[in-house]
């Protein structure tokens, strides 16, 4: 359900819970995503990031709660479901039918996409000849065919090379930078840290913080001491480099390994749901 173009949001969240029988998958989520902003989920595996896209995608129904998406959307989906057997070309023509796009329209559409994500090489090749990064930009020019105001990423690099994963975030934030709303999940940390606006730390369907990076960050403190001995590694933080400094002169004794380094969006994420992710 579309929300007016009046509003300064471009999804809506309120008291959104989904049910699976006795589990609760989601658990009254309630938040607000601005127009033009790049917001991330993060959460471990079973948290309820793409329980949530399908919802906001159409593809699930809520048990109760609002959910709301102020505009067309596109879908970037975690499994990879393109057209092994057609070209690039192909698959985003039939996407562009799907959505009623003018025919004269979809030819120009498709060039200017294949331009955008640097594949117009590989436009008469066959999906199953790409590689994986390939086939991840392919899926992103689907995803934007016919212009969507809203782009769900739901794990857009999962199991992409450090290189290639790097090129997608380029891509990612042109798209934004284009003014389009970006909804990503992410299990990737780094990822979120680097490309969002603002984060929600999901947790067994709920949401236990949301705020931007710096601020999560901000919660732990500025430094951080790692230090890894015989009982494994701990970490203690510090608001100021001064203050870190001196308690590593105060932990240092032989057997002990200890690294002074800045607070990451991964100690945030530790700290405030017990658990890591990639």
Known sequence: MNQSDSTPFAVTIQNLTKKYGSLKALDKITFSVHKGELFALLGPNGA?????????????????????????????PQALNLDYDLTVSENLLIHGLLYHMPYPAIG?????????????????????????????????????????????????TVGLDPHIRRKIWSLIKRVQGQGTTILLT???????????????????????????????????????VDIVDDNGL???YFPDKESARKAMLDMGEQGRAI???QVTLEDAVVGLTGRTEK
Not at 48 to 76: D, H, M, Y
Not at 132 to 154: Q, S, T, Y
Request: aromatic share 4%; proline share 3%; glycine share 8%.
């Open 48 to 76: 309820g990031k793409t329980t949530l896209v399908r919802i906001l995608t159409g593809l699930t129904r809520p048990s109760f709660g609002i959910a709301q998406v102020n505009g067309q959307a596109g879908l970037v």
């Open 234 to 236: 701990a970490t203690n």
């Open 186 to 224: 992410t299990h990737y940390i780094e990822e979120a840290e680097l490309l969002a606006d603002k984060v929600a730390l999901l947790d067994h369907g709920t949401i236990v913080a949301l705020d931007t990076p710096r601020n999560l960050k901000a919660r732990m403190g500025t430094y951080a």
């Open 108 to 156: 120009s559409r498709i060039r200017e996409l294949l331009a955008y994500t640097e594949i117009a090489h590989k436009a008469r090749a066959t999906i199953r000849t790409l590689s994986g990064g390939m086939k991840r930009r392919v899926m992103i020019a689907r995803a934007l065919m016919h212009d969507p105001e809203v782009l769900f990423l739901d794990e857009p």
């Open 259 to 261: 690294t002074l380094r």
